[in-house]
């Protein structure tokens, strides 16, 4: 009794197995890049890229930190 389950178990695991795989096969294909929907801004203080959201604005300029925005214009 207990050979028959073992052997069901290894059928279920082989089963298993082979759909794993075959779905893995027919994901084969790369998944498109993820699209940029936000507008990207420029911090005028180091240069670096950031969404508009994230970004501080002050005086019509950009940056990614109040700690750069603040050298900038330090008032
Ligand atoms: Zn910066």
Aim: proline share 7%.
């Amino acid at each position: 009794m207990i050979k028959i389950l073992l052997l069901l178990a290894g059928v279920w695991l082989i089963y298993s197995l082979l759909k794993k795989y075959s779905r893995s096969l027919e994901k084969d294909e790369p998944a498109p890049p993820a699209q940029i929907e936000e507008d990207m801004v420029r911090c005028v203080q180091c240069g670096v890229h950031l969404p508009r959201s994230e970004a501080l604005l002050s005086r019509d300029e950009f940056f990614c930190c109040e700690e750069h925005r603040r050298l900038r214009h330090p008032d």
